[in-house]
């Protein structure tokens, strides 16, 4: 099984933007779906973005139109392109392989990414 790593967060003000990555160890030529989630203390872990080998995308409402998932097989990694951001996209940020095109997630979690953005 692939392991996945992701990297690229960081502190913003309202109003950046940040690219986050997601490398994989191994090919993902072959991995239908892959997507990012994003948790909150105490709050659940949400899918906000996935691309599916065919590079489909889909995303949730909270991050459409901001947000753009990208996959470069060449280099097995996924990214998420994040513009506008606002202190609500706060939280820790996981890549995950997916059992459907907006599926559950299905490798062991990563340690995520932090993203914090200041208003």
């Known amino acids: 099984q692939v392991q996945l790593v992701e990297s690229g967060g960081g502190l913003v003000q309202a109003g950046g933007s940040l690219r986050l990555s997601c490398a994989a160890s191994?090919?993902?030529?072959?991995?239908?779906?892959m997507g990012w989630y994003r948790q909150t203390p105490g709050k659940q872990r949400d899918l906000v973005a996935s691309?599916?080998?065919?590079?489909?995308?889909n995303y949730a409402d909270s991050v459409k139109g901001r947000f753009t998932i990208s996959r470069d097989n060449a280099k097995n990694t996924i990214y998420l392109q994040m513009n506008s951001l606002k202190s609500e996209d706060t939280a820790v940020y996981y890549c995950?392989?997916?059992?459907?095109?907006?599926?559950?997630?299905?490798?062991?979690w990563g340690q995520g990414t932090q993203v914090t953005v200041s208003s």
């Open positions: 691309i599916t080998s065919r590079g489909s995308t």
């Open positions: 191994g090919s993902i030529t072959s991995i239908n779906a």
């Open positions: 995950n392989v997916l059992t459907s095109p907006w599926g559950t997630a299905m490798r062991v």
